[in-house]
């Protein structure tokens, strides 16, 4: 992989945003550009440091607390990174993070937090998906951490993969593939279908909606990884029932580590454990208006 330093506050050159063929297919705002945060902590960050970036000394302990592998040149790959994302986002909703503390830890840092979990179930060469990766999220942070993965970051929002395409050329990142489409659509192609070995969504869907979404482009015996709140009982019992319609299985909701974040995250870890049926995923719209596993209100008798 190609490399460059960067200066500690440097952002990447803003470029003219260029609108992509079938730019109109936008998702639900619950697939694209939001993200679930997790829980505020009753320690999360005032709104008075907002604006200061946080020094490199300091980001490089921060950071490494989630995850202890990053070299110094992967410190400054993700400042520039954070410096991008903020300075496009003044032009582009890519984000509702903002402020540079934000981005720093509810944005870089919970994307870290999800890398022990790869560790465990990935190998090098791996092809792994971000499905409504928004600004890059967590997409961009992992493919910097983990050069030896090839990752495709796929959004139904042009100008959003026009940011990711322009972020990872100019920082170098020959293991990222920006994908522009919807899920629903995407995963008809037997280029995507059951090709992935681990599949992650930061989007704020119900469990049973992003099962339905993420199994399909899973390979057996694969994994889909999502990151959400901690308060789940009740989504977790539809998600079982979800996993089982798609071919897979929750093997894990554990609560994530603390690593001085300002968010609790509860990681869903869902295994492929048969083929997906040709009728999944439903056609847009239907997986998160109509989620699997979720009865449906009885229709009140009319008089």
């Known amino acids: 992989m190609r490399r460059l330093s960067l200066p500690e506050n440097s952002a990447l050159p803003q470029r003219d945003l260029h609108h992509q063929s079938g730019d109109d297919l936008t998702a639900s705002r619950d697939i694209d550009g939001a993200y679930d945060l997790g829980q505020p902590r009753e320690d999360a960050l005032d709104d008075d ?59 870089i840092l919970e994307s870290l937090r999800l890398l022990p979990a790869l560790e465990e179930r ?82 704020v869907s119900s469990l049973p909606t992003l099962i ?28 079982e029932k979800a996993g089982k319609l798609v071919g897979g299985n929750v093997v894990d909701a554990s609560i994530l580590p603390d690593v001085g974040s300002s968010v609790e995250t509860r990681l869903v870890v869902i295994e492929k454990v048969a083929p997906t049926p040709k009728t999944y995923p439903r056609r847009t719209g239907l997986p998160a208006h109509s989620p699997l596993g979720i009865a449906e209100k009885p229709e009140r008798s009319k008089r």
């Open 49 to 107: 440091a907002a604006n200061e970036p946080t020094s490199r000394d300091e980001l490089a302990t921060l950071w490494r607390g989630a995850w202890p592998a990053l070299t110094d040149e992967q410190i400054g790959l993700l400042i520039g990174y954070r410096d991008a994302l903020r300075e496009r986002n003044l032009h582009v909703n890519l984000t509702a993070v903002r402020d540079y503390p934000g981005i720093e830890r509810r944005l």
């Open 122 to 203: 990935i190998r090098q060469g791996n092809r792994v998906l971000d499905i409504g990766t928004g600004g890059g999220l967590p997409g961009m942070v992992l493919a910097i951490s983990r050069p030896d993965l090839q990752f495709t970051l796929m959004d139904a929002t042009g100008k959003k993969v026009q940011f990711v395409q322009d972020a990872a050329q100019q920082l170098g990142l020959d293991n990222v593939r920006p994908l522009h489409g919807r899920a629903e659509e995407i995963a008809r192609d037997t280029g995507h279908r059951g090709q992935y070995r681990v599949a992650v969504a930061r989007a």
């Open 212 to 239: 339905e979404l993420g199994l399909p482009f899973v390979m057996l015996g694969g994994y889909l990884v999502l990151p959400k709140g901690i308060d789940l009982n009740d989504e977790l019992l539809a998600a």
